[in-house]
């Protein structure tokens, strides 16, 4: 069949600037088979990255003993605009791990690191722990800096404390921005190096290989259009739990996207890090053990109310034919990596007759056909990875990156995986939720005890929320720990941030973040590892108990901790109020003091709708109205909650009207519905991804409440029982609109959040 233009890679590009010396270096890393750019941060050679593959496998490549530090460079120029010139880059390999020095007098400051990505860590050290600012996901305090940087004292070392450093959930392109652009990419690559990430997933674009390879085998564009979902909802598709929601998507969408995930790629490269690209397991469209003789192919059944893709059996024959295809479509646009990410069965999938162990091994082995050696990382969830997969593979080049480390209690994931590595992971949002809050306790106190035992297989980080952009102090916390020497003392942690986070020391910041950090950010393990989330986002129901499904039920930390917290930040002086880190930070608070709320007033209404107290029904709905509105008003305030950006956003990638329809629509359901009936209602995933920004609140939440206490004001004075109302039909409409909304921020955010502290009740002393 004709041959589809390709996106047009930039590995061509890159690789012209690169000096002669070093060029050579790199063809000859990136031949196929070949060790890549992307392990151009290497463990050492004792651990599970480090070593040799199985029997026949090669060594991976010698570290080149320099490399190019102009990809470093021009991120510290987009970091520090009027800084950057105050830096020294030099590359210096001879550590062996990812390390880095800092050194300097007054406005000459020198970082020397093992990698591009380990010079912006040496970066991000010298900006927090000497001139006490901070760049954070999201808001920074870099406008506090003096025009002039401060000295360090004394040169200050610092190596990783684990080879693999990972970042993003397989749901982050789903619930934090499947419509971003590259630039916004670029945003998030700068700060993962900044805060000492080395191994990055990158999951937009990667439909393509999957559609160009799929036309070998049969299937027609239209057919396969129309089987790959739209980009909000791909996450679960190439996780193996749906296809086709949102669709059908268009060719040129698939090449751009694939064009935005080929320079993420390139990018990380560029700085010593690892692209982490999805690899073949399996994922067949429908029919195709029809359309191939000998092919054996698993039915999958229900994911959360929706069809599962078919898994075609990794010991046929086929198999090992369309997995080659797969992998020389994805290198053509995206290069080759050292890491793929593959989680076969994942969320309850069936395995049929097929043999678990020996899928695992034929899944290894195709994947070493395409690139030798190369590390599988594979999601520690549930019930997986299980003791069968485990059996089939050679473990020492596999990496678990466990989701729940920090979730239950009494794991020993030594004895529940065999000794295979793993890497300590956090999943503290789930959904994109707005909630503040994280176990960092329980990450202080395992990281270094499940690092430092005797037979520990701990070899890494794995920051896996299910969005990023939210909680800052979390993502800041859970990346340190991989670079700090020795224990974190939670309390100065806090205290620390507290200072750099405004750009210098204040009392109020730090009585703030302190009842910050007894509060949301010190919840306990055994159930949870995210905080609850808001009743204004609920379903409406007098007995609602959060909004998701599948989040807390009740408060996980004392109420008045973030109430006392908003009382802190609103004294702050006028002088540091000017950073982004603060307006998002008063923001968030008052949002989240707000959201608390919501819990001690619904049930007051609940009494008042009981006792047929009409009066009482109508002002306390009208108290819950009030603070919908002074909510959407504060988060209309900062950039960071406004639903017109995500939807615009959607939008923006549409040739035309019907196509700008569709995406819209994506974007929308993800946040209300889910998606279809059964998803929404037999599958529980409506709300899931609920979260209180600007408009959606307005639009969806409050929409939503007012009708249910219209039908409760109905049934007191007709004294009957309330109307049932179809919520999903509800929804569905709200998801089907196009209405705009602002894409820019308005009103004085610190005006807004003292309104809201005005409407609440005081907290106890």
Do not use: C
Not at 243 to 254: A, I, K, N, Q
Request: charged fraction near 20%; aromatic fraction near 10%.
């Amino acid at each position: 069949m004709p041959r589809v233009p390709r996106p047009r890679t930039r590995r061509s590009v890159a690789l012209a600037t690169l000096p002669t010396a070093l060029l050579a270096l790199t063809l000859a890393a990136t031949a196929p088979g070949a060790a890549t750019p992307a392990a151009a941060s290497p463990a050492p050679a004792d651990s599970p990255a480090g070593r040799a593959g199985g029997p026949g496998q090669p060594r991976p490549a010698p570290r080149p003993r320099t490399f190019d530090t102009g990809p470093a460079r021009d991120a510290l120029r987009r970091l520090l605009p009027r800084h950057a010139g105050q830096f020294t880059l030099v590359p210096d390999t001879s550590a062996g791990n990812d390390a880095f020095t800092v050194s300097g007098t007054r406005g000459a400051i020198t970082v020397r690191a093992s990698t591009g990505a380990s010079l912006l860590t040496g970066v991000g050290w010298y900006l927090q722990h000497v001139a006490g600012v901070d760049i954070g996901w999201p808001g920074d305090s870099i406008g506090m800096l003096p025009a002039t940087l401060p000295a360090v004292p004394a040169p200050v070392t610092r190596t990783a404390r684990v080879p693999h450093r990972y970042a993003l959930n397989d749901t982050d392109d789903g619930y934090s921005g499947p419509y971003r652009t590259f630039e916004e990419h670029r945003r998030q690559i700068d700060l993962l190096a900044l805060h000492g990430v080395n191994e990055v997933f990158v999951q937009t674009g990667a439909e393509y290989p999957y559609y160009r390879a799929l036309q070998r085998f049969g299937y027609s564009p239209d057919e396969l259009r129309k089987w790959i979902p739209a980009p909000g909802h791909q996450s679960w598709w190439l996780l193996q739990n749906l296809s086709g929601f949102g669709g059908p998507v268009t060719e040129r969408l698939m090449r751009e996207r694939a064009d935005v995930g080929a320079r993420i790629a390139d990018q990380l490269r560029g700085l010593g890090m690892t692209p982490v690209l999805p690899g073949y397991f399996g994922t067949v469209p429908p029919g195709f053990a029809a359309r191939h003789q000998g092919a054996s192919t698993v039915p999958q059944g229900d994911w959360a109310g929706f069809d599962r893709p078919d898994w075609l059996d990794p010991a046929s024959p086929v198999f090992g034919e369309l997995a080659t295809a797969y992998y020389a479509e994805q290198r053509e646009v995206f290069g080759d990596s050292a890491m793929y990410r593959m989680s076969p069965l994942h969320e309850g999938g069936r395995t049929g007759s097929v043999d678990v162990r020996a899928a695992a091994g034929a899944i290894q082995r195709a994947l070493w056909a395409a690139h030798p050696g190369a590390l599988w990382a594979v999601l520690g969830w549930q019930d997986d990875p299980t003791k069968e997969l485990l059996a089939g593979v050679d473990t020492s080049k596999l990496l678990i990156l466990d989701g729940l480390s920090d979730r239950y209690n009494r794991l020993d994931r030594e004895a529940r995986w065999g000794g295979t590595p793993y890497a300590m992971g956090t999943i503290y949002n789930f959904g994109g939720h707005t909630t503040i809050g994280a176990n960092t306790s329980v990450w202080i106190d395992r990281f270094g005890a499940w690092r430092d035992k005797p037979d520990s297989a701990l070899q890494g980080t794995a920051y896996l929320p299910e969005a990023t952009g939210t909680n800052p102090a979390a993502f800041d916390l859970f990346t340190d720990l991989a670079w700090e020497p020795g224990p974190v003392d939670q309390r100065r942690w806090f205290a620390d941030f507290a200072a750099r986070r405004y750009g210098r020391p204040d009392a109020h910041a730090a009585a703030a973040w302190e009842e910050l950090r007894k509060g949301p950010y010190s919840t306990s393990s055994g159930l949870w590892s995210e905080s609850q989330d808001s009743l204004f986002t609920a379903r409406p129901s007098l007995t609602a108990t959060g909004a998701a499904h599948w989040s807390p039920k009740s408060m996980r930390y004392p109420t008045d901790s973030v109430r006392r917290a908003l009382d802190q930040l609103l004294a702050v002086p006028p002088a540091l109020r000017s950073s982004s880190a603060y307006r998002f930070d008063l923001v968030d608070t008052a949002r989240q003091a707000l959201a608390n709320h919501s819990r001690v007033l619904l049930p007051k209404i609940k009494v008042a709708y009981e006792a047929k107290d009409l009066t009482g029904l109508r002002r306390l709905t009208a108290q819950w109205r009030d603070e919908e509105g002074k909510l959407d008003a504060v988060t209309g305030s900062d950039p960071n909650f406004l639903l017109g950006r995500w939807l615009s956003a959607a939008r923006s990638h549409g040739a035309d009207r019907a196509e700008q329809d569709r995406y819209e629509y994506d974007a929308r359901s993800i946040l209300s519905v889910w998606g279809h009936r059964s998803t929404s209602e037999g599958g529980f995933l409506h709300d899931y991804a609920n979260r209180e920004w600007s408009g959606l609140v307005s639009e969806l939440y409050a929409a939503r409440w007012d009708r249910y206490f219209a039908s409760l004001e109905e049934a007191l004075v007709k004294r009957a029982a309330p109307k049932e109302i179809d919520w999903h039909a509800f929804e569905e409409a709200w998801a089907r609109r196009t209405t705009r909304h602002p894409a820019g921020p308005s009103g004085d955010p610190h005006a807004l959040a003292a309104a809201v502290a005005a409407a609440l009740p005081k907290a106890r002393s």
